[in-house]
């Protein structure tokens, strides 16, 4: 089985919520919840991955020491396991836009559970929402 590397973040605003992004029509998992993120390419680190992807997905910038690793996710899909690291961060530039159709809502940590997510996802939500 293929593993995949995949780096996402908890974008945390000043009032303690966390930014989440449903999977738009089209994608595998469509409609699902999800932390920003993505792949992580080949002669890339997750945090240079996380970057790129921020700016690619949500127009905004951030910095390798604004990323704060905070956990991860081991988890078995039926075609390949997912092994994301995820950082935590409350620095960038710029205000998240939704650059890939997808639709942007900031969350409590303790109402996370209220957004289905992918099942890799959801074991984070107890860590985020006792961290924060």
């Known amino acids: 089985m293929k593993t995949l590397l995949v780096s996402a973040v908890a974008l945390i605003d000043k009032d303690g919520r966390v930014l989440l ?34 700016h690619e997905e949500l127009g905004i910038g951030t910095w390798e020491s604004c990323l704060a690793p905070l956990t991860f996710a081991s988890h078995s899909y039926k075609d390949f396991h997912l092994l994301m ?25 303790n109402a996370l559970r209220e957004y289905p997510m992918p099942p890799a996802d959801i074991p984070l939500i107890p860590i985020l929402r006792d961290w924060l």
């Open 21 to 54: 992004a449903q999977r738009p029509e089209g994608k595998s998992m469509a409609g699902l919840w999800e932390f920003p993120g993505g792949k992580v390419e080949e002669d890339e680190t997750p945090e240079h991955a996380l970057i790129r992807e921020l």
């Open 85 to 109: 690291p995820v950082f935590a961060c409350r620095k960038w530039e710029g205000t998240p836009q939704p650059k890939e159709g997808q639709t942007l809502k900031w969350v409590r940590p």
